[in-house]
């Protein structure tokens, strides 16, 4: 990102640059500014900490998986194609995250562990994003049950293995495939249920 882009979101690049090559241990907010040209007073004028700083990295990954689940949400197919689909989705975005950015995927389970607002915020888009889906295939009895509540319970406590991050840096090591064919069994089985009503 050049110098010539809002100061905020140099900052930003420049912190999720540090937290993905030093961990969230090794990342402080003067080797930010020093690789900003600002002084660390500066940053503070931007992010009022160094937690605050770090939800900020946290949450704009937290966009681009909110931004991928809402295209299948948006999408034209049935309620129980777009929620496969939309689950699918999610286990696999987290897990590359594991994968791929561990050291991001770290601080994220600080996050966690600390009930962080932007922890908070990104479950309830989530939920949301799921809710729309689900309320959709309930307006036309394509789902059977009560309330949406219960299915989105009943969905996400079934899945918690495979969409919970914390759950899935527990399976760090598990075969991989072998969870994808696990994942995919059950969903189906959960989604059978939400179809015939005997959640």
Same mark, same amino acid.
């Given at each position: ?122 479950? *309830? ?18 789902? *059977? ?39 995919? *069994?059950?969903? *189906? ?11």
């Amino acid at each position: 990102m050049s110098k010539s882009e809002p100061t905020g979101a140099r900052l930003l690049d420049i912190a999720t640059d540090h937290v993905r090559k030093h961990g969230l241990q090794r990342t402080s907010v003067v080797a930010v500014a020093r690789d900003a040209q600002l002084s660390h007073a500066a940053v503070y004028r931007y992010f009022a900490s160094k937690d605050a700083l770090i939800d900020a990295v946290t949450g704009e990954w937290h966009k681009s998986v909110e931004t991928q689940l809402a295209g299948v949400a948006d999408a034209p197919d049935p309620a129980d194609d777009k929620l496969e689909r939309m689950m699918l989705l999610l286990a696999r975005l987290y897990r590359e995250r594991l994968d791929h950015e561990p050291n991001l995927f770290a601080a994220w389970l600080s996050a966690i562990a600390e009930n962080r607002a932007v922890v908070r915020r990104h479950r *309830r888009r989530i939920r949301g994003l799921i809710e729309r889906v689900v309320e959709e295939g309930r307006s036309i009895e394509h789902f *059977r049950a009560r309330s949406n509540e219960r299915l989105i319970v009943f969905l996400t406590d079934a899945l918690h293995r495979f969409i919970d991050p914390v759950a899935i840096s527990a399976d760090r090591d598990a075969n991989r495939t072998e969870l994808d064919q696990r994942l995919a *069994r059950l969903l *189906r089985v959960v989604i059978r249920a939400m179809l015939t009503g005997s959640v």
